[in-house]
């Protein structure tokens, strides 16, 4: 056994790579991510899963039937997942996601300022919760005199935002 310690935090270079989803009808999914949200299809396995990538990675999202064909989502009150979260390179790409929301009358819950980054909230056909956001340049992120992060909640400027979208 070495004498070595081990580090309090993992290593901060740790990302998390992709997430797959238990859908009740695996056609209807399908179309939301790749048409809806634009990622495109990398692999399928027969009528049971897909797997959707942005940029020819292996894959971001993976959506599977295999328990829960013509299954039901969770009910409110119960534990699980609340959302997750798509990260966008910048603010173009974030107005991009959010005109095809619109241009698909996609529902959307919210759409928040946090100072660090904006997102838009959602939900996908079984009710996941997703979160689509751009992060602003680190060096812009609010601070507190202390240097501590200062996050926040404000609405988010959906106007402004949508002028990334004119000055292609």
Known sequence: MTNTKVPRTIHPGTR????????????????????????????????????????????????????????????????????????????????????????????????SDHGVSEAIYLRDPDDNGIEIYADRPKNKWPKEKSGKLAMQTKALDIDNLMNEIDDS
């Not at 495109?40 to 295999?66: K, M, V």
């Not at 829960?68 to 979260?85: K, V």
């Open 16 to 111: 998390i790579g992709h997430i797959h989803l238990k859908v009740a009808d695996l056609e209807r999914s399908i179309h939301f991510y790749s048409e809806v949200l634009g990622f495109e299809i990398t692999s399928r396995i027969g009528n049971s899963a897909a797997f959707l990538s942005a940029g020819g990675y292996h894959h971001h999202i993976g959506l599977n039937t295999w328990e829960s064909a013509h299954g039901s989502p969770p009910p409110r009150g119960s534990t699980g997942l609340y959302h997750f979260a798509i990260l966008l390179p910048n603010r173009k790409a974030l107005a991009r996601v959010f005109q095809r929301l619109i241009d698909h009358k996609w529902p959307i819950e919210g759409a």
